[in-house]
């Protein structure tokens, strides 16, 4: 017998969003790869959170947050960097470099914005450099 009081499940929308992302990150990993970067890592997790990428490019570790967005009902991807999600990549940077005994290396932490128009169609996939600095 159904449930006629069951909420819907909330994992269309999560799972669609989580499919962007994921397409959004391989975009940006290619799109770094063509400008010379070579791709560390993908989606870097620890208690703190997630890393999207960590790439290098010469002698520096690049830490990289990429922002996908289709249309701009939630602002342009470089919005999506405010202080909070700054001072986070801040923290997850450290914690990789930690992690990874790399303690006297050059990094920054970059930005990748890919916009979509609302039918899916790429409009843009920019590369940031330095996005956050200084926390």
């Known amino acids: 017998m159904k449930h006629l009081n069951k909420r819907p499940k909330k994992s269309n929308k999560r799972g669609h969003q989580k499919k962007l992302g994921a397409w959004g990150e391989s975009l940006a990993a290619t799109h770094l790869k063509a400008k010379g970067y070579t791709i ?17 490019v010469g002698e520096t570790v690049v830490f990289v947050e990429v922002k996908t967005r289709r249309g701009r009902g939630y602002g342009t991807p470089e919005e999506g960097i405010t202080r909070r999600k700054a001072q986070q990549l801040w923290q997850l940077a450290e914690m990789y470099l930690a992690e990874h005994e790399l303690g006297d ?31």
Do not use: Y
């Open 105 to 135: 290396v050059d990094w920054q932490i970059d930005l990748v914005a890919v916009e979509l128009d609302e039918q899916g169609k790429l409009l843009r996939c920019e590369h940031v450099p330095n996005v956050v600095w200084g926390w």
């Open 40 to 56: 560390l890592a993908r989606n870097w997790r620890c208690a703190v959170g997630e890393i999207d990428l960590v790439a290098q």
